[in-house]
């Protein structure tokens, strides 16, 4: 039985994100960002070992930052993507004041546009948008 906490250590983020070959940095900044973010939901399997992750930064304005979207390669397949971008866009939606409008972005893994697209997710350039645009920072020694 899965289960969706609302907290992962350090350890397990940086766990997770090596699992799937992304950036790694240094454990004090990646407490940074499971502390700092408006929503984490962490997946653990039945041994509650973190198999997935999602977080949300979102300033309660205008525009929120869907990030982290990962699940261990050995689980993926199962759905489980899928509900935790569904968790965060119902968050959203709850903690939402009416009238108002959020504009949910993000920065697809190449090649997995077509699952965020299932959600509504358009993909840029489009008509009314420009390509997305990233840099890495570091400080050089």
């Not at 407490?31 to 039945?46: D, K, L």
């Not at 997935?52 to 205008?62: A, C, E, P, S, T």
């Not at 489980?80 to 709850?94: H, N, P, Q, Y």
């Not at 090649?111 to 890495?136: I, L, S, T």
Request: proline content about 5%; aromatic content about 10%.
């Amino acid at each position: 039985m899965l289960k969706y906490v609302d907290h992962i250590s350090p350890e397990e983020y940086m766990g997770l994100r090596k699992k799937v070959g992304w950036v790694e940095f240094p454990l004090e900044e990646a407490a940074n960002c499971v502390e700092n973010a408006y929503m984490v939901i962490c997946v653990r399997n039945e041994e509650d070992k973190a198999i997935g992750l999602v977080r949300l930064l979102w300033d309660r304005g205008y525009v929120a930052f869907l990030s982290d979207v990962i699940v261990d390669p050995d689980y993926q397949g199962r759905g489980i993507g899928r509900t935790l971008v569904e968790m965060v866009i119902s968050r959203i939606k709850d903690d939402m004041k009416p009238g108002y409008k959020v504009k949910l972005t993000l920065n697809s893994a190449k090649g997995k546009e077509p699952f965020y697209e299932k959600f509504g997710f358009r993909v840029r350039p489009n008509d009314d948008a420009g390509p997305g645009m990233d840099q890495w920072l570091t400080l050089e020694d």
